[in-house]
């Protein structure tokens, strides 16, 4: 549906989920201008006040487009492995940094975590490897890595399929004092790729 620089309008689509009348309705598109037409569409067609329940994937809930969404965004639910609320000491320092860095309104958002990470295991590599750094060493060394400093809580790569391991966040967007923010509501920890754990479908 349109592209990172074309958001289509998403008022047919949605105008027939809420002829169904569900009680949820869930979305899933690319994060940024995406998730605010998806936040304005739902709003303007009411489908809270039909009593439909949106919730998504935590792009549609990107740090750096909150407070661009409205009061229309309030009660959305969401599911992602960060937010910029996380309420622990390594998320809590990103953020003041960030805001010092690039000023008071400015914050952090999933993306920017995911530099941050990335980083940090470069970093990891170029140490376990004293600074002579060769694809297969840097493969071996990252193997089972565990990096407990992140802002999104404690990570891992799996050492068997090379994927990420990381908490995701059960959460609901409120506002407190004329701002929203993503109030944390539930965490699974330590997610692996189930596609793969289970070997199912395109995994097998």
């Not at 908490?167 to 004329?178: A, D, I, Q, R």
Request: charged share 25%; glycine share 12%; with cysteine.
């Amino acid at each position: 549906m349109g592209g990172p620089a074309q958001v289509p309008d998403f008022t047919p689509f949605f105008q027939r989920a809420k002829d169904k009348k569900p009680d949820v309705f869930f979305v899933f598109v690319p994060a940024g201008d995406h998730a605010v037409g998806v936040v304005r569409t739902y709003g303007a067609l009411g489908m809270r006040q039909a009593g439909i329940k949106l919730i998504g994937q935590g792009d549609i809930t990107q740090d750096i487009k909150l407070q661009s969404m409205g009061d229309d965004a309030v009660g959305l639910i969401t599911v992602h492995h960060y937010n910029a609320d996380l309420d622990n000491p390594a998320n809590k320092r990103l953020v003041a940094a960030w805001k010092q860095e690039y000023g008071a309104g400015a914050t952090p958002d999933f993306m920017g975590v995911q530099g941050y990470d990335g980083m940090a295991a470069i970093a990891h590599v170029v140490t376990t490897l004293k600074g002579r750094v060769d694809a297969d060493g840097a493969m071996q060394a990252l193997k089972g890595w565990k990096f407990d400093a992140s802002p999104r809580g404690p990570i891992m790569i799996d050492p068997v399929t090379r994927d990420i391991v990381m908490n995701e966040y059960l959460s609901e967007l409120v506002k407190v004092g004329g701002r929203l923010v993503q109030k944390n509501i539930g965490v699974i920890r330590a997610v692996k790729d189930m596609c793969k754990e289970l070997k199912e479908g395109r995994c097998k």
